[in-house]
């Protein structure tokens, strides 16, 4: 998987992720990054900046699938859940293991937005969410970018996907109020 930082400046200062321990840094000059991203990220960029021209998804059935299938989805998920946002490397490691069970990533999403712990805790576990979206999808290596964006008055932080110019998460809709600061796809 490829990871792309994203510059933002706000109030004098340029705000960064690092791709490697997911720690928010902030620069008082701008830092050297990668000038230009790729195709793919530049088009689902567009679509961040201006979400108006988003799709977005109605709730999608995940379709049925076998309870072998619900066991690996929440086996997944507590192992991206256990590695936690403060080994951020280690979950994007694993999740670039892919293991494709649902041909998009809306199907996908919607299969994980059934988890119990996604309904009791859905606000906290944007980036397991995202992350694991991107290893059962089989649609988003072709088309998806995930983002981690920031609210720099908070330094709250949440992930999304974009993909073909959607945003595949019906039930996300929060997405616009973060500047993405890092992006990742295949």
């Known amino acids: 998987m490829k990871i792309f930082p994203i510059s933002i400046e706000d109030r004098g200062f340029f705000w960064t992720l690092c791709p490697f321990t997911g720690n928010l840094l902030k620069y008082k000059t701008l830092p050297h990054l990668k000038s230009k991203p790729p195709a793919k990220i530049s088009e689902a960029l567009t ?51 892919r293991q494709p069970l649902f041909g998009t990533t809306q199907s996908a999403l919607n299969a994980i937005s059934k ?37 720099l008055a908070t330094l709250e932080m949440h992930a999304w996907i974009i993909e073909d110019q959607s945003q595949p998460d019906y039930e996300d ?13 295949y």
């Open 47 to 97: 679509v961040c900046d201006d979400p108006y021209k988003c799709y977005m998804s109605a709730e999608v059935s995940a379709g049925s699938f076998s309870k072998q299938t619900q066991f690996l989805l929440e086996r997944m998920h507590s192992r991206l859940q256990l590695i936690g946002n403060k080994r951020f490397f280690l979950s994007r490691l694993y999740a670039s293991m």
């Open 115 to 151: 988890l119990p712990a996604q309904q009791e805790r859905r606000d906290k576990l944007c980036l397991q969410r995202s992350l694991l979206a991107i290893k059962v999808s089989r649609s988003f290596p072709i088309t998806g970018v995930i983002f981690i964006g920031v609210q």
């Open 173 to 185: 809709r929060s997405w616009i109020n973060y500047r993405p600061i890092l992006a990742m796809s």
